[in-house]
């Protein structure tokens, strides 16, 4: 059901992945008055297309989250077109298994630049808008790696545990301002990849508690909520959504 729009304009990084495109859609029909902003790397064609579905709300823009100049360009995009930016989901993200004893070097610092350092780069772009619009949401996409590690993810399970510090230590230090900051980790998540291994799904789906996988639907509701006004005094939180791996 449509809703009077809480914000004006959301950022969603990886875009043209399962989570972020269902994180887009739910801000796009959940609030008629917000614009999104698609930010993608190389892969956009089902951002482009959710873009094209949503015309004059929904705007695909280029975004390289490991690049401080590129973000900078974004947000200064974003804030001259809808004077202001109310919410940033940092969604980008990039795994690379291997166990640690044959992990190339290259492998570690890619996945610690693209889940870290970009969620980093990412809430250091837009804290200054927000804070001098005294209203802001971050919401930054971790993982279950982060809580329960798991074997051959090392570099995987220690950035976005990162992530879950950073969220709680930039929390306190903009919550004066009224800028939230929680972390979501989500567990199994159904992708287009993934649906097209029956067998795989099922195999999964037998590690989890509720026997299936999460739909990226219910994490963007997640994002909804911790998005809207409702959130207001939530900040600094961990929210699993694993179907009670843990």
């Known amino acids: 059901m449509n809703e009077p729009s809480p914000v004006s304009s959301v950022l969603v990084t990886g875009a043209n992945g399962s989570i972020g495109l269902a994180c ?22 089902q951002a482009a297309e959710l873009a094209a579905e949503f015309a004059g709300r929904c705007e695909l823009v280029s975004l390289e989250v490991t690049d401080a100049e590129s ?31 044959t992990m190339p070097l290259e492998d570690w610092h890619a996945v610690l630049a693209t889940n870290l350092t970009g969620t980093f780069l990412g809430c250091r772009a837009v804290v200054r808008t927000m804070l001098a619009q005294r ?17 051959g993810q090392t570099n995987y399970a220690a950035a976005k545990a990162g992530v879950v510090a ?6 306190k230090e903009v919550a004066r301002a009224g800028i939230t900051v929680n972390a979501l980790c989500p567990g199994y998540v159904m992708t287009a990849a993934l649906a097209q291994d029956p067998a795989q799904v099922a195999e999964l789906a037998k590690r989890v ?3 299936r996988l999460g739909r990226p639907e219910e994490v963007a509701a997640a994002v909804r ?8 005094y939530t900040t600094g ?10």
């Open 135 to 151: 209203h802001g949401r971050i919401i930054n996409i971790a993982s279950l790696s982060a809580l329960l590690a798991p074997a």
């Open 71 to 101: 973000w900078a360009a974004v947000v200064q995009r974003i804030v001259a077109a809808s004077g202001r930016l109310d919410v940033l989901v940092n969604n980008a993200g990039q795994h690379r298994d291997a166990l640690l004893a």
């Open 24 to 45: 887009a859609r739910m801000f796009l029909q959940s609030w008629p008055g917000a614009r999104v902003y698609l930010g993608c790397r190389a892969a956009r064609v």
């Open 225 to 232: 909520y911790l998005a809207g006004p409702d959130a207001a």
């Open 237 to 246: 939180a961990v929210l699993k959504l694993d179907g009670g791996i843990f």
């Open 209 to 211: 508690p509720a026997r």
């Open 166 to 171: 950073l969220t709680q230590a930039l929390a």
